[in-house]
């Protein structure tokens, strides 16, 4: 019982730094800024904050906090966002349209469940085993709302064509950067293991989400995997040599999507007068583009292609969460903690290993497209009741990134995290790392 | 010159008036409310607030007052409506995403520009009348906004599951009505003048649209007309006897418009559980359909299957100025002026004759459609440049709309002044007054 | 009873002839150019030749003739088109997905009603007034199909990227055509009347559609109409002087239509790599554009740009029935009989009327847009039931043209016919007649 | 050079075989039938037969055939399908709006390139290897065309409310069916391969498309496999228990998909007035459901829903081709050789094994949805040019379907052939065969 005492404690401290995490991540805010929804993907920071809590107050509170009463009846429907085991969703498309509740009305809904949440996690009995497995999925969950938050924000300031600021930077960051070679380690397979199996899920720092298990055996061939992402300058040059305009090089679906949108460059890039690249970046402004930072906002369907063009590929789920699992000592300064809000230049950052074999950022400045479907894994089994839509039925159409970017909580990546998305999407901080096959290392 | 100083002194106080008329009836906004645009229709309070600014700025200032400085140069962009003659405009759907400029920004635009204005009304020269009548036109734009502010809003608060109030309105107002019976008072026609001449441009209350002119001779049988609006309780009749199933009701389009948005009540009713019929007001929650009011948010489509299903038809353009001009004593209570926000009983209204042909509310309350598409007159010239852009570029495939309402200005409406919108369109306080032909009466 | 026989003669021979019109029409085609539906507007030939048969069999036979028993019990939903009074309709944009029935199927049908109709007129009886009414009705009805026809059919093989021919023209239409100076005709307004009273139901040569009357006054001022419509020289310059991106020229609605879809000539115009304009016509091919001819195939967006561009105005319907009232002896030359399939130059047709008012083609050749939306005339009423849906529910969005075309049958048109179309339509042999108040002929 | 002659009449055989065969399919239309498009993904037949054609023209023809000339210019651009390395192609949802060329002229154009093909089988030198490979695989995508060809066809023909047959079937099919109980076989797994190398691709029987290489070493658990395919009984189960309704037995996508089409059954089934199910199949009209019948014409979506339902799931692609591997003589009866057109029931099947492992219909009858996405394998290299296009271009956002159909040409399919369609696609004869992990045989 003291054990669990310690425990709770331990809890609450999380659940309080968590939550506050949220809400400072706000603070640069004008009140103007909480409502916006400017495309169907990125949600209002308001819709963030409230949603967070309505999971919290579903899968806790309202089951297992005796004499539990809403903050208002109607959240169960504006706040839940695709839980349909729950019950209706206001509709997504809409989410921008809600000017009521206002940011004072959702922050008091936060505070009358932050208290009751704390009560709940004082109290002993039936059902504790259960209460702090779902405390830890909830803030998990509000981690991975953090890192919307911010990416979506990124969208609503960035198609303002006053291109305002979200907070200042720190000072030099993408100051005096050198080029780190570009270089391919080779890596040895075999039959591996990947994935985890069901434990420590009462735990903060040792929790999985059910689509990284179980554990299981996976037959890998030897491969090369590339020492870092691939920068700005690199990418430009696939851009100034037509890739954009050679269908060979494209996915069919991706080729499609280009014409549509009159796509020809990452997201957030755009053309000045002189025909010089700047960027949007949340510092404000456009600046010119870093040759040396990673290429980032980029599609499943662009990196495809660009490694195509290269005549290598992307890397498969098992061949980065093989190399990402013998690293140690994760760089931290690669995650929002950091608070850069961009993705750094890798010379200058710490490599995440200090033998020869040096790669750069596998966690952290940007998610890496992985040329995987979002599948189960062998013999998965989402969670029980509404709680398992979290995750497997999103198993189709996607695929899946890994390594977290600077938008991610530090504390909430680990090498066997599985992130997902659409082939067109681009407004998170998604990256490229180029693999190839060992096979074709004599060959090329 | 005198008389000068003195006209620019009476349209200062004009001037003053009508824009801090716009403020005052943003007074009871949360910040949030300003941003809002819950469809495409529906421009946010901040839009109109900055739109009608950059209309005094664009056509005013930036003309005539020497040396002034834009308050903000992205604004001719992002504050053009449809004015293609002055340049690109930001696309209308994402008005309601734009965060920045804030609220406080806005509130400071206007203070600019008004502090411009004012200094321009100071000075004599050149250009003196031209700039005159452009103010002039320039108010009468911003009492057309503050009448789309009203209703804007409407939308954003009643499509809001939680029907949040606007403001609170007089008490009484739909208490203890009767009901005034229908009748049809009969009218001569003959060869009858309509429309007005140009005439008054520089002054506020003499002031016209181009579109009202020029005056002409149109020749008009005898007919009949309604001595006041459609009630709730006979557009339910309608309803129950299913108006909105029977196809040989509707026009073609109307047809189409119903089965593909699923419309069988006019907007803003719901059916509560029980089968009664509530409606949304700008007072606040949900409340039952009060049976003597008149009936209001319907289409053109509606209004036209509405008056074929009672053997009637709704009046034509002429027909209803014809009538409106022998009218005296306009009842000011009808108007946004008296703070209501929704039509009034007709039997709490003063009428607008005292003759034993009382008629009812054709002035206020609610627009009412006629059978007139929105077409030029004959002789009809707009302004020459962008302000020619006004209204003459809308005249295909809408309808004309007569008498204001609720949500208009006591001092913006007159006889000749023509509404338009699309036969879809059912966010304005819009109507239905019927008419006949006087050849069917005796057949009737 | 001698006289309803001789009636009943004529009115059969009507219907042969009429009906094996259709057919002939369709003699050029391949099977596989009866069933194709380009786009949604444009209907497959085969639909049209049993649509036409099922107006017979519905509102003739299954009422009119004892004992009647249907071809194919799913025709009568296969090939309603929009009589929501009759039944439900198979979906409009569905029209070319039906493989069945086969042509040989269509006209087995064609003959089974064929039959059924001359039994019918061979009969006296109750209700014989009724189904003589009827009959002439659906042989207008029958003709206005054949114009869509032919149309349609244009569509067809116009957007087909080998540009087959339908028919061959007759020689040296097109040759050696010589210009017609443009003039503006004074014209004498007043109290005039138009429209027709409802009369000569039973004579084919008589009849009237609904939307037609009732006869009535209207004011007209003074006012001057062009001799002859406008030509593609003419149009050409209009373009070449950025008549298509001046957007002060046009309606709003009109705008935003060419920008969306990408429109910067009459339909079935193409730039050949040299620049030069090209065109196709029924007779196959792409021919250099003939300057003399009158430019066809414009929407009304189109037209009323045009016309604003030269400073005049297309005319109101009643200006346009005014004059063609007052011409005698139309020029059948330019009608479907004379399978032409194109309009003429001016220089190669008869004038209608020999006075030194000389005016060129009001009738045949090219529809004429009006400025006049498609409203009911004072005192309109439409046919009871199902038939009354023929008019009278399009009279929203849509502007009236006057006067035939080149794929009107000749004995179907006259001065008081109203032909209504979308502003945006333009796969109809459309063209263009200036006019412009009379008021305006010193201002100038 | 004599093996050389030989293999080319053994080539030249197969390639008249093959031709003839597309043709003998269309055997039983009418002349209408042969250019109806019903959806976007459903080609006419004619476009079938002409694509094919161009594939052999512009990948052997062109290239190899010295002085060859292109039958008519614009099928280049008309007939190509999507081979961006090619050129532009005619948007594939007006495939059906072109009338022309004929079927005759189809027809033509079919005579001319396979004239051109014999005599370049004919000959020796250069690029023989090529020549020889290419038609090879011109021959399989033939067959391709081929299943296409019935499948849109019966979407045509399925659509039309007069549910014509295609052609009449052997009579008693579908008679006095049994059922064969369903039982899960237990399957070894471990370190298996899978796949094929690059080889064979001279021989017709050896072919493999590049998709099914190269061959690799994957881990495989032990699993269970279902003796045979899902009845339409055990799926209307799923139905009548409310699966349609239950979202959290679908994917995400899926539920999305179901709400905004209101799909509540597989393609081609109907409820009658007095509420029994009745089915479209190619013999016409539309018959009871039969129960015995593998249901066909599902989704991956409802697969998927159907299989989470029991409890179990959908084999990967190596489970099922693992077992497909080790059986021996496949049953030719469930292809299109048997010209059944619908599958069979399991009882009227021969099972693809002697043992007391009997496992029905794993080739032919419906193609059967695995859980994979379709991905390329270890090592996978399309083919170098606008070949290449062929396969790899489709590698996301698609399911992976295994074993062919009743609409598949026998000598087509092989253990390692890969077919893949969207998840929503429910136009092919797809079914569901049940899998689950070994480990979940004691669980459960």
Same mark, same amino acid.
């Given at each position: 019982?003291?054990?669990?005492?310690?425990?709770?404690?331990?809890?609450?401290?999380?659940?309080?730094?968590?939550?506050?995490?949220?809400?400072?991540?706000?603070?640069?805010?004008?009140?103007?800024?909480?409502?916006?929804?400017?495309?169907? !993907?990125?949600?209002?920071?308001?819709?963030?904050?409230?949603?967070?809590?309505?999971?919290?107050?579903?899968?806790?509170?309202?089951?297992?906090?005796?004499?539990?009463?809403?903050?208002?009846?109607?959240?169960?429907?504006?706040?839940?966002?695709?839980?349909?085991?729950?019950?209706?969703?206001?509709?997504?498309?809409?989410?921008?349209?809600?000017?009521?509740?206002?940011?004072?009305?959702?922050?008091?809904?936060?505070?009358?469940?932050?208290?009751?949440?704390?009560?709940?996690?004082?109290?002993?009995?039936?059902?504790?085993?259960?209460?702090?497995?779902?405390?830890?999925?909830?803030?998990?969950?509000?981690?991975?709302?953090?890192?919307?938050?911010?990416?979506?924000?990124?969208?609503?300031?960035?198609?303002?064509?006053?291109?305002?600021?979200?907070?200042?930077?720190?000072?030099?960051?993408?100051?005096?950067?050198?080029?780190?070679?570009?270089?391919?380690?080779?890596?040895?397979?075999?039959?591996?293991?990947? =994935?985890?199996?069901?434990?420590?899920?009462?735990?903060?720092?040792?929790?999985?989400?059910?689509?990284?298990?179980?554990?299981?055996?996976?037959?890998?061939?030897?491969?090369?995997?590339?020492?870092?992402?691939?920068?700005?300058?690199?990418?430009?040059?696939?851009?100034?040599? =037509?890739?954009?305009?050679?269908?060979?090089?494209?996915?069919?679906?991706?080729?499609?999507?280009?014409?549509?949108?009159?796509?020809?460059?990452?997201?957030?890039?755009?053309?000045?007068?002189?025909?010089?690249?700047?960027?949007?970046?949340?510092?404000?402004?456009?600046?010119?583009?870093?040759?040396?930072?990673?290429?980032?906002?980029?599609?499943?369907?662009?990196?495809?292609?660009?490694?195509?063009?290269?005549?290598?590929?992307?890397?498969?789920?098992?061949?980065?969460?093989?190399?990402?699992?013998?690293?140690?000592?994760?760089?931290?300064?690669?995650?929002?903690?950091?608070?850069?809000?961009?993705?750094?230049?890798?010379?200058?950052?710490?490599?995440? !290993?200090?033998?020869?074999?040096?790669?750069?950022?596998?966690?952290?400045?940007?998610?890496?497209?992985?040329?995987?479907?979002?599948?189960?894994?062998?013999?998965?089994?989402?969670?029980?009741?509404?709680?398992?839509?979290?995750?497997?039925?999103?198993?189709?159409?996607?695929?899946?990134?890994?390594?977290?970017?600077?938008?991610?909580?530090?504390?909430?990546?680990?090498?066997?995290?599985?992130?997902?998305?659409?082939?067109?999407?681009?407004?998170?901080?998604?990256?490229?790392?180029?693999?190839?096959?060992?096979?074709?290392?004599?060959?090329?």
């Amino acid at each position: 019982m003291a054990e669990n005492a310690l425990q709770a404690g331990l809890l609450a401290d999380h659940f309080r730094r968590v939550r506050a995490r949220s809400e400072d991540l706000c603070e640069p805010l004008a009140i103007e800024d909480y409502g916006v929804q400017p495309i169907e !993907d990125a949600s209002p920071p308001k819709w963030h904050l409230a949603h967070t809590t309505w999971f919290f107050e579903t899968f806790l509170l309202t089951p297992y906090l005796d004499g539990y009463r809403a903050f208002d009846e109607a959240f169960a429907y504006l706040f839940n966002s695709y839980y349909n085991g729950v019950g209706e969703q206001f509709p997504r498309p809409l989410r921008g349209t809600l000017s009521r509740p206002t940011v004072d009305e959702v922050m008091a809904y936060r505070r009358h469940v932050d208290e009751g949440i704390e009560e709940l996690l004082d109290r002993e009995g039936n059902g504790r085993a259960e209460v702090v497995s779902r405390v830890v999925l909830g803030l998990h969950h509000e981690q991975q709302h953090q890192e919307l938050l911010v990416t979506d924000l990124k969208v609503n300031l960035g198609l303002n064509p006053l291109r305002p600021a979200y907070r200042d930077v720190p000072a030099g960051v993408h100051a005096a950067a050198l080029d780190v070679p570009l270089e391919m380690r080779s890596q040895v397979g075999g039959l591996v293991e990947m =994935g985890r199996d069901e434990s420590g899920g009462t735990d903060f720092h040792e929790f999985m989400f059910d689509n990284e298990g179980p554990r299981h055996r996976v037959y890998l061939d030897d491969f090369d995997l590339a020492n870092r992402p691939i920068t700005n300058a690199e990418y430009l040059e696939f851009i100034d040599e =037509g890739g954009y305009r050679e269908p060979l090089l494209w996915l069919s679906e991706g080729w499609s999507w280009l014409q549509t949108f009159d796509i020809g460059a990452p997201m957030y890039w755009r053309r000045d007068r002189s025909g010089g690249w700047m960027e949007y970046r949340l510092s404000g402004g456009e600046a010119a583009l870093d040759p040396h930072s990673p290429v980032t906002h980029v599609s499943y369907f662009e990196a495809d292609a660009f490694a195509r063009w290269t005549g290598m590929r992307l890397p498969t789920e098992v061949e980065w969460e093989t190399v990402a699992s013998r690293r140690r000592g994760v760089d931290r300064d690669g995650f929002v903690d950091a608070q850069r809000f961009h993705p750094r230049p890798s010379s200058t950052c710490a490599a995440s !290993d200090s033998s020869d074999e040096v790669i750069h950022q596998l966690f952290g400045d940007c998610w890496e497209w992985t040329q995987s479907a979002y599948s189960p894994y062998p013999g998965y089994r989402p969670i029980e009741g509404a709680l398992g839509e979290y995750n497997g039925k999103f198993m189709a159409s996607q695929q899946v990134l890994r390594g977290g970017s600077c938008a991610t909580p530090a504390d909430h990546i680990r090498a066997t995290y599985r992130n997902f998305f659409y082939p067109k999407d681009r407004w998170q901080f998604t990256g490229i790392r180029l693999a190839k096959d060992a096979a074709s290392r004599t060959r090329t």
